[in-house]
C-alpha cells in the first residue's frame, strides 16, 4: 500500500506546488500508516529528483523514454495507472492545475476511484474518508465521502504548506517505451510564457479592475506588483476590453487562484469576480464606493481614489523594502 | 460530422445558495437555472463552425443527464441552435454517473466531437469530460481556448500551465473547453424559440452504477472578521499592517 503523487516538472524542474503536492502527500500517508511515492515523468537530473526528498518523499519513481515531452492525456494515464498497480496506491494525489484536471479525470475511471476535486487539506476522516471541498464556486462547502477503495485527490495550488521533512529518497528510472507514431494528439507549436510570475504560482497577486479607469493607467499598479515580487491579474471586462491579456482574467470564468496576498484595485466584487479569489487567504481592497460588495470579502481596505492611493502605496513598499 | 454538446444545468451565477435538510440539500427555492456558462460557450462555438458549410458539420446535438425539471434549460440551447437533443432520466448525483450515462448514449450512436465544459459551477468537479473519454477511450484535450477546423483537420489551442500549445487530435475525441472558445454565447432568437418546440428532445432512462462518491454534508464559509479600514490619506498604514499584522509582505 501507499500513496502515490504525480509531479509534472517544467523543463526539468520542480516548482513550489510539486514540493506542496509532495507534503500533503507525505502527511495523508502518515495518516494511512504508509509512505509517499512520488512519479515525475520526463527528463529530470537526479539533483533535482532529490529535492523532493526534502518534503518526505520515501521513493521517487522517474519515468522516462521517448514521446513524453508533451501531454498526451492517454499515453500518460498509461504510464500513471500502471505505476499505481506497481506501487499499490491506494490514494493518487495530483494537482488541480491544468494537467491534473487533464488526467485526473481519467485515472479515476480507470483506476475506479472515486474522485475529491480541488481539495484544500487532508481529509476529515480516512475511515470512511472524508474530504471537504469547494462548492457552488467557493459560495459553500461539502463534506465529500469517497466510497470507493482507491481514492484520487487534487490539491488546489498554494493550499498546503509545505512542510520540511529531509531524507534520502531512493530514486528508481522507470524506464517507458512509447511510440510516437500511436500518439491520439500531437503538439504543433509551444508557447511558453517566460519571465513573469505564474498568476497560478503567485503567492502575492496585484489586480485591477474597471475602476482603473483606462488601460494608460497601469504603470503604478505594474510597479507594485514588481516591488512586492506579485503577479498582475484583472477582472473579466477589463481584459475584455483588451486593456490587459486574457491570461490575467481571475474569476470564475477565468483563474481561480488562492495566493496570500490578493490586491483588489477598482474592482466592484461581483460574486463571480470573487468566486475566483475568494480562497486568497488576504484580500485587500481599494475601492471609492464605501458600499462596494468586495469589502465584504476583504481584511482590509481602502475608501479612495485608485489613481492618488496607488503611488503612495508604491512608495510607502519602497520604503519598508529598503528600496 | 456530427457533434455533440454536454450540458449541465447550474444555478445562475448570482445565486446566494442555502441548503435544507440538516445541510445535506440545495434549497432549490427560487434558484433560476441556466445552462452552465461554459456549455453555453462551446454550443455557441459548435454553432459557428456549422455556420462554415466548408467544415461540414451536419448535427449538433446537446445532451444532458438530468431529471425532467431541466428541460427548459435544453429547450434554451435548441432555440440558441442546437439541432436536437438527448436527455438521460436521472439525478445527476455525481460526475462518475454522468460520465458513465453520457458514454453509454454515445456508444449507441457516436459523434466525432465532443464538447464538455471545464467546470460546471455548482460542484466544480473539473471531472465529466476526462471521465467520459476514459469511458469512450478516445483522446481527450483540456483548456481548449479554441478549436478550428481546417482541411478536414482539427487545430486546438490548449493552455497549459505557463504558456499555450497548438495541438491536433484524431477524432473522435473529447475537447475541454474554457474561455477564449466563443466570445459571447449565442442568444436565442424569437424564431428560434419557436422552433424549439418541434426538435427532437430524446429521452432514455440510466444504467445503474454504485456511487464512488456521496455529499455528507454541506457547510458554508466561516464568516471572516469584518474588513479594516485605513484612512486614505495614510494608505502607508496599509502597508505596515500587511507586513506587521497579516504577515503577507
Ligand atoms: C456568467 C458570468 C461569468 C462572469 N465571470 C467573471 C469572472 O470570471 N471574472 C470577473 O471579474 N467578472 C466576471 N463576470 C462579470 C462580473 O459580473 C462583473 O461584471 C465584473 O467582475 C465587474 O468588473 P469590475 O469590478 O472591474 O467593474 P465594475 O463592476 O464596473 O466595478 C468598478 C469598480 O471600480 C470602482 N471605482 C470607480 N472609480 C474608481 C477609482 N477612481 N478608484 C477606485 N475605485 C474606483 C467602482 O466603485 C466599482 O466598484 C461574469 C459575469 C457573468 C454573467
Ligand atoms: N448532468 C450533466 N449532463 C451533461 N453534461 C454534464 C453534466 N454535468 C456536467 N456535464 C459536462 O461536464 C462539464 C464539466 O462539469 P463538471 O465535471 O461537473 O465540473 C460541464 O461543463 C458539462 O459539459
Redesign the interface.
Known amino acids: 500500500m501507499s500513496v502515490l503523487v504525480f509531479t ?1 516538472n ?1 523543463d526539468g524542474k520542480f516548482k513550489k506546488l510539486s514540493f506542496e503536492l509532495v507534503s500533503y502527500a507525505t502527511k495523508l500517508a502518515e495518516m494511512l500508516n504508509t509512505s509517499a511515492v512520488v512519479l515525475s515523468i520526463g527528463p529530470v537530473a537526479d539533483e533535482e529528483l532529490r529535492k523532493l526528498g526534502n518534503y518526505g518523499a520515501a521513493k521517487i519513481l522517474n519515468a522516462t523514454g521517448d514521446g513524453l515531452n ?5 499515453s500518460w ?1 498509461n504510464i500513471i495507472f500502471q505505476v499505481a498497480e506497481k506501487v499499490d496506491a491506494t490514494v493518487l494525489v495530483l494537482s ?4 491534473g ?10 483506476m ?7 481539495v484544500n487539506g487532508l481529509p476529515k476522516s480516512t475511515v470512511p474518508f ?1 474530504v ?17 477503495e482507491k481514492k484520487i485527490l487534487t490539491l488546489s495550488q498554494n493550499s498546503f504548506e509545505l512542510v520540511e521533512k529531509p531524507g534520502t529518497p531512493e530514486i528508481e528510472n522507470y524506464p517507458v517505451s512509447l511510440d510516437p507514431g500511436t500518439l ?10 517566460t519571465g513573469k510570475i ?1 498568476l ?1 504560482d503567485a503567492e ?1 497577486v496585484v489586480s485591477g479592475g474597471r475602476g482603473m479607469k483606462s488601460p494608460d493607467n497601469w504603470g503604478p499598479l505594474i510597479e507594485l506588483a514588481d516591488l ?1 515580487g506579485a503577479a498582475t491579474a484583472c477582472s473579466r471586462p477589463v481584459s475584455d476590453e483588451g486593456w490587459r491579456p ?1 491570461e490575467e ?1 481571475t474569476g ?3 483563474k481561480i487562484i488562492a495566493p ?2 490578493y490586491i483588489a484595485i477598482g474592482i466592484s466584487g461581483a ?2 469576480h470573487l ?1 475566483g479569489v ?1 480562497s486568497s ?2 484580500i ?2 481599494i475601492n471609492s464606493d464605501k458600499d462596494a460588495p468586495v ?2 470579502a ?8 485608485a489613481a ?2 496607488l503611488p ?2 508604491v ?3 519602497k ?2 523594502k529598503g528600496k | 460530422m456530427r457533434i455533440l454538446v454536454c450540458i449541465s444545468n447550474v444555478p445562475d451565477t448570482t445565486t446566494r445558495v442555502k441548503f435544507v435538510e440538516n445541510s445535506t440539500k440545495l434549497d432549490t427555492g427560487g434558484i433560476q437555472w441556466v445552462i452552465n456558462p461554459w456549455d453555453e460557450l462551446s454550443l455557441t462555438r459548435a454553432l459557428e463552425l456549422k455556420d462554415d458549410p466548408a467544415n461540414n458539420i451536419q448535427q449538433i446535438t446537446v445532451a444532458h443527464v438530468g431529471l425532467a425539471g431541466a428541460e427548459p434549460t435544453i429547450r434554451k440551447a435548441l432555440a440558441i441552435g442546437a439541432d436536437d437533443a438527448l436527455r438521460v432520466n436521472a439525478d445527476p448525483t455525481e460526475a462518475y454517473f454522468v460520465a458513465l450515462q453520457l458514454a453509454n448514449v454515445i456508444r449507441e450512436d457516436p459523434y466525432d466531437i465532443i464538447l464538455c465544459g471545464i467546470e460546471s459551477s455548482d460542484y466544480n468537479g473539473s471531472t465529466v469530460g476526462g471521465m467520459l473519454a476514459e469511458f469512450l477511450d478516445i483522446p481527450s484535450v483540456s483548456a481548449v481556448s479554441s478549436l478550428n477546423i481546417e482541411n478536414g483537420e482539427v487545430l486546438i489551442d490548449r493552455e497549459i500551465d505557463g504558456g499555450k500549445e497548438k495541438v491536433t487530435a484524431s477524432m473522435p475525441f473529447v475537447a475541454i473547453v474554457q474561455k477564449g472558445i466563443a466570445k459571447e454565447p449565442r442568444i436565442a432568437a424569437m424564431r428560434g424559440i419557436m422552433m424549439a418546440r418541434s426538435k427532437t428532445l430524446k429521452v432514455t432512462e440510466p444504467v445503474s452504477t454504485e456511487p464512488m462518491t456521496e455529499v455528507l454534508e454541506f457547510h458554508m464559509p466561516k464568516p471572516h472578521a469584518a474588513c479594516k479600514f485605513i484612512d486614505p490619506e495614510q494608505p502607508k498604514q496599509l502597508v505596515e499592517l500587511l507586513h506587521n499584522e497579516a504577515k503577507v509582505i
Open positions: 509534472e517544467w508533451s501531454l498526451d492525456n492517454q494515464v488541480n492545475n491544468n494537467t484536471k487533464a488526467l485526473a479525470p481519467r485515472l479515476s475511471v480507470r475506479k476511484a472515486g474522485i475529491g476535486a480541488g472524508v471537504s471541498k469547494k462548492v457552488y464556486s467557493g459560495n459553500a462547502f461539502a463534506d465529500l465521502l469517497i466510497r470507493s491520439k494528439t500531437r503538439v504543433k507549436e509551444v508557447h511558453k510564457q505564474l497560478t502575492i512586492l486574457h482574467h470564475q470564468t477565468g496570500n496576498l460574486t463571480q468566486a475568494s487567504k488576504c485587500v481592497a469589502f465584504e476583504a481584511r482590509y481596505g481602502i475608501v479612495g481614489d492618488k492611493i503612495q502605496l512608495e510607502a513598499v520604503e519598508i
